[in-house]
């Protein structure tokens, strides 16, 4: 056997930093984690060269004192926990004590730092885990870190960094995620001595606008909910508002930023029957739940986190945004703020008008509880029970101070008043929608163009109905109601189907035969052998092969009543079976096709696309510019 080393410390801080410091942006991340739980309200960072040449952060935090610059380059020292039972209650986003250590044994590290009360600061230097003595350096309170020369002492690894764009890219990513996930620091980050981004610690409204504009705002849903013991809070995407890749999905879980498989199918899988074809949703949420019920201990950096169950956040997540895409009715609870409109027409005049009545009974609630009469609002949880599981319970996570306090009973009277007559202010401004768009009244068929799209009128506005898209919608509704209420059409095979299967395939699928039986397969497994002998009518024309192979690869399949492959197999039939453009329709085909529709003209086809498109008379006096 050969002998056991004990390795040196310059080995061990190395290996340790390929677990965390992986390229510049994670320099970068770790650093401003740091100046974040040292309790900075300013930060700043510098680039060069994609952060290959050098990268600097400053902070206005508490700093390091003379006698802990030492201790800050040494593995596994760390001013955030102390013993074991700690690691029950981490609050702080960097806890292991390996990040400067780990950083300073493959670059070069300066540290000056000065807390406040002390009248000089002092200044550590580390050149490839070789450390200087401390010594006295003028600088502000707050820490000031210097990271030159990054992989200089390891060729390896200095390899495979990529181009100082890409790896700029990456750093400015990071960047982002850091601001989104802290709205109330101020942050300035600079590449190559040029403001790239800046914010002002105004909340999250202005760290969203900061990193990715106005428009972003103003295309999104900025909602609120609690469900099962978590928070869900932040800005989701309209419905037309995509993006071709993930890089625009930010998830902040009680302060830190994650990528969590969980959390992305869960917002994905709601908007799946909104999206086109490689388009992703834009999404900023914040949510929150105990931290007993959370791991963030799950990988040196910290980047994913592992949930006591699974299940609850999923369904939590997925119920709160599909509601909003959906446009039920507790979205309206969900759902803060209104949409900017463009000009004013007279139905928008008249929710003006209802909005100022509203806000005057704000002003009326403000005056009470400035005179010191409390108004009790009792917690209410949403009543929704994803699978029978149970909640994380944590009673005092998200009651607010008011609602811990009991009011007299004369003032709950004049407060259920004032809500009675705003929930009939709200009840209103519904109904008015509805009647604008979701079911306008009284549609007058126009005719036809193109020969795909059909035209209404009701003598305010004009609708134009892609008549591919709606067809195929009411068929994808039709087939979806059929799987999922058991009434569909059963076809034995004529040669019993069979595939082989390996042991984690064989388990997965056997918990899953269930399923598969109610919406219309018949299998056995035996011996490792799938046999299909019946599949619904729907399914017929589809390759088994490659639809058990998606089965397993599907991660929605665990928790959606219509998982991800089998809603893609109804969505191509759907597709198939609908009205073609370019298909020539007489005035009996469209009736019938409006029957069917029976008004819901505001929905999207399968893909994402609007069946109808509405054009007001307002815009059109404009083209012919009747109105200026």
């Given at each position: 056997?050969?002998?056991?080393?004990?390795?040196?410390?310059?080995?061990?801080?190395?290996?340790?930093?390929?677990?965390?410091?992986?390229?510049?942006?994670?320099?970068?991340?770790?650093?401003?984690?740091?100046?974040?739980?040292?309790?900075?309200?300013e930060?700043?960072?510098?680039?060069?060269?994609?952060?290959?040449?050098?990268?600097?952060?400053?902070?206005?935090?508490?700093g390091?004192?003379?006698?802990n610059?030492?201790k800050?380059?040494?593995?596994?020292?760390?001013?955030?926990?102390?013993?074991s039972?700690?690691?029950?209650?981490?609050?702080?986003?960097?806890f292991?004590?390996?990040a400067?250590?780990?950083?300073a044994?493959?670059?070069?590290?300066?540290?000056?730092?000065?807390?406040?009360?002390?009248?000089?600061?002092y200044?550590?230097?580390?050149?490839?885990?070789?450390?200087?003595?401390?010594?006295?350096?003028?600088?502000?309170?707050?820490?000031?870190i210097?990271?030159?020369?990054?992989?200089?002492?390891?060729?390896?690894?200095?390899?495979?960094?990529?181009?100082?764009?890409?790896?700029e890219?990456?750093?400015?990513?990071?960047?982002?995620?850091?601001v989104?996930?802290?709205?109330e620091?101020?942050?300035?980050?600079?590449?190559?001595?040029?403001?790239?981004?800046?914010?002002?610690?105004d909340?999250v409204?202005?760290?969203?606008?900061?990193?990715y504009g106005?428009?972003?705002?103003?295309?999104?849903?900025?909602?609120?909910?609690?469900?099962?013991?978590?928070?869900?809070?932040?800005?989701?995407?309209?419905?037309?508002?995509?993006?071709?890749?993930?890089?625009?999905?930010?998830?902040?879980?009680?302060?830190?930023?994650?990528v969590?498989?969980?959390?992305?199918?869960?917002?994905?899988?709601?908007?799946?029957?909104?999206?086109?074809?490689?388009?992703?949703?834009?999404?900023?949420?914040?949510?929150?739940?105990?931290?007993?019920?959370?791991?963030v201990?799950?990988?040196p950096?910290?980047?994913?986190?592992?949930?006591?169950?699974?299940?609850?956040?999923?369904?939590?997540?997925?119920?709160?945004?599909?509601?909003?895409?959906?446009?039920?009715?507790?979205?309206?609870?969900?759902?803060?703020?209104?949409?900017?409109?463009?000009?004013?027409?007279?139905?928008?005049?008249?929710?003006?008008?209802l909005?100022?009545e509203?806000?005057?009974?704000?002003?009326?609630?403000?005056?009470?509880?400035?005179?010191?009469?409390?108004?009790?609002t009792?917690?209410?949880?949403?009543?929704?029970?994803?699978?029978?599981?149970?909640?994380?319970?944590?009673?005092?996570?998200?009651?607010?101070?008011?609602q811990?306090?009991?009011?007299?009973?004369?003032?709950?009277?004049?407060?259920?008043?004032?809500k009675?007559?705003?929930?009939?202010?709200?009840?209103?401004?519904?109904?008015?929608?509805?009647?604008?768009?979701?079911?306008?009244?009284?549609?007058?068929?126009?005719?036809?163009?193109l020969?795909?799209?059909?035209?209404?009128?009701?003598?305010?506005d004009?609708?134009?109905?892609?008549?591919?898209?709606?067809?195929?919608?009411?068929?994808?509704?039709?087939?979806?109601?059929?799987?999922?209420?058991?009434?569909?059409?059963?076809?034995?095979?004529?040669?019993?189907?069979?595939?082989?299967?390996n042991?984690?395939?064989?388990?997965?699928?056997?918990?899953?035969?269930?399923?598969?039986?109610?919406?219309g397969?018949?299998?056995?497994?035996?011996?490792?052998?799938l046999?299909?002998?019946?599949?619904?009518?729907?399914?017929?024309?589809?390759?088994?092969?490659?639809?058990?192979?998606?089965?397993?690869?599907?991660?929605?399949?665990?928790?959606?009543?219509?998982?991800?492959?089998?809603?893609?197999?109804?969505?191509?039939?759907?597709?198939?079976?609908?009205?073609?453009?370019?298909?020539?329709?007489?005035k009996?085909?469209?009736?019938?096709?409006?029957?069917?529709?029976?008004g819901?003209?505001?929905?999207?086809?399968?893909?994402?696309?609007?069946?109808?498109?509405r054009?007001?008379?307002y815009?059109?006096?404009?083209?012919?510019?009747?109105?200026?």
């Amino acid at each position: 056997m050969a002998n056991i080393n004990v390795l040196d410390k310059k080995v061990y801080n190395r290996i340790a930093a390929g677990e965390v410091v992986e390229r510049p942006y994670s320099v970068v991340k770790e650093l401003v984690e740091n100046s974040i739980d040292a309790g900075a309200t300013e930060i700043t960072v510098s680039i060069y060269n994609g952060g290959k040449t050098a990268i600097e952060v400053s902070d206005n935090g508490c700093g390091i004192d003379k006698n802990n610059l030492k201790k800050a380059l040494m593995p596994h020292a760390t001013s955030k926990i102390l013993n074991s039972e700690d690691l029950e209650h981490i609050t702080t986003l960097g806890f292991r004590g390996e990040a400067l250590p780990s950083i300073a044994s493959v670059a070069k590290i300066e540290i000056c730092s000065k807390p406040e009360g002390q009248e000089i600061g002092y200044t550590i230097i580390s050149n490839g885990g070789d450390e200087s003595e401390v010594e006295e350096c003028p600088c502000n309170t707050g820490t000031f870190i210097t990271v030159s020369n990054l992989f200089f002492n390891t060729p390896a690894r200095l390899k495979f960094l990529k181009s100082d764009k890409s790896e700029e890219n990456d750093v400015t990513d990071m960047m982002a995620r850091l601001v989104l996930a802290n709205p109330e620091i101020s942050f300035k980050y600079y590449v190559d001595g040029e403001i790239v981004t800046e914010s002002y610690g105004d909340g999250v409204e202005d760290s969203l606008i900061s990193v990715y504009g106005l428009e972003a705002v103003k295309n999104s849903f900025k909602i609120s909910n609690y469900l099962h013991g978590v928070k869900i809070e932040g800005y989701v995407g309209k419905h037309n508002y995509t993006k071709p890749n993930r890089t625009y999905q930010t998830t902040i879980l009680n302060g830190r930023y994650v990528v969590n498989s969980t959390i992305q199918s869960a917002v994905h899988n709601a908007y799946s029957s909104y999206l086109m074809k490689r388009r992703y949703p834009f999404y900023v949420l914040y949510v929150t739940m105990p931290k007993e019920v959370v791991d963030v201990n799950v990988t040196p950096n910290k980047s994913d986190v592992r949930f006591l169950d699974n299940s609850i956040v999923y369904g939590a997540i997925y119920s709160t945004i599909s509601k909003v895409l959906d446009g039920t009715d507790s979205a309206v609870n969900i759902v803060l703020g209104g949409q900017e409109t463009v000009y004013k027409s007279p139905q928008e005049l008249k929710e003006e008008t209802l909005r100022a009545e509203k806000d005057e009974v704000k002003v009326v609630l403000g005056s009470l509880k400035n005179s010191q009469i409390t108004i009790n609002t009792p917690y209410k949880r949403d009543n929704f029970n994803f699978n029978n599981q149970k909640v994380f319970e944590d009673k005092d996570l998200f009651l607010d101070e008011a609602q811990n306090q009991t009011s007299p009973k004369n003032d709950v009277d004049i407060f259920a008043e004032n809500k009675r007559y705003i929930a009939e202010l709200e009840r209103k401004k519904q109904e008015a929608e509805q009647a604008e768009f979701a079911k306008p009244n009284k549609l007058e068929y126009r005719g036809q163009i193109l020969n795909s799209y059909l035209i209404f009128d009701n003598s305010e506005d004009m609708y134009i109905i892609d008549q591919h898209a709606a067809h195929e919608r009411l068929l994808y509704n039709k087939f979806i109601l059929l799987q999922t209420t058991k009434s569909v059409t059963i076809q034995d095979l004529l040669v019993p189907f069979t595939m082989s299967l390996n042991g984690n395939e064989e388990n997965f699928l056997k918990d899953k035969l269930i399923f598969l039986e109610e919406i219309g397969f018949s299998c056995t497994i035996t011996d490792g052998i799938l046999t299909v002998y019946s599949v619904p009518l729907e399914f017929v024309d589809i390759n088994l092969v490659d639809f058990f192979a998606e089965i397993m690869e599907d991660y929605s399949f665990r928790h959606l009543t219509v998982p991800n492959v089998i809603n893609e197999k109804i969505i191509m039939k759907a597709c198939k079976s609908a009205i073609k453009a370019g298909m020539q329709l007489d005035k009996s085909e469209v009736d019938s096709l409006m029957r069917l529709l029976d008004g819901n003209i505001n929905l999207k086809c399968p893909h994402g696309r609007p069946i109808a498109i509405r054009v007001t008379r307002y815009e059109i006096d404009k083209w012919f510019k009747r109105i200026v």
